[in-house]
C-alpha cells in the first residue's frame, strides 16, 4: 500500500499529473503544523525534492528516482541532508556544492536502506 501523503509533503502532487488519481488524492491533503520544526522537517522533504528533480541523474541508489512518485519515497528518506544543510548545528560542516550534496544524499539513502533492512 502506498501513502500518497508522502508526495503532498513532497510538493510535487502539482507536478504535471494531473489526470493520475493518486495525484488527485495527494492534492487534497493539507498538514497543519504546531511547532517550527515541524515545518522545518516539511521543508526539507520539499528542499530534497527539488534537488533530486534536478540531479536524480546523479544520485546512483539501489533507486534511482525518475518520476515524482520515486522524487517523493527517495524525499523523505533523504530529508535530512536538506535539514542540516538549512539549519547546520555548530560543529558540522556547511554543505554548499551540487557534488557534495549528491554525496549526502547518496550516504543518506545507504544509512535509510540499512535501518529498514535492520528492522
Request: proline share 3%; net charge neutral; aromatic share 8%.
Amino acid at each position: 500500500m502506498f501513502d500518497r501523503r508522502v508526495i503532498a509533503a513532497s510538493g510535487l502532487a502539482d507536478s504535471g499529473n494531473e489526470n493520475n488519481p493518486i495525484f488527485q488524492q495527494a492534492r487534497r491533503w493539507q498538514f497543519i503544523f504546531s511547532t517550527k520544526r515541524e515545518i522545518n522537517l516539511l521543508s526539507a522533504v520539499q528542499a530534497a525534492a527539488v534537488f533530486l528533480s534536478k540531479h536524480h541523474l546523479c544520485v546512483q541508489t539501489d533507486l534511482v528516482p525518475m518520476d515524482a512518485i520515486q522524487i517523493s519515497v527517495t524525499a523523505v528518506k533523504v530529508y535530512d541532508v536538506f535539514l542540516e544543510a538549512n539549519n547546520p548545528p555548530d560543529d558540522a560542516r556547511t554543505i554548499n556544492r551540487d557534488s557534495d550534496i549528491v554525496q549526502e544524499v547518496i550516504n543518506s539513502y545507504k544509512k535509510f536502506e540499512k535501518q529498514m533492512l535492520a528492522a
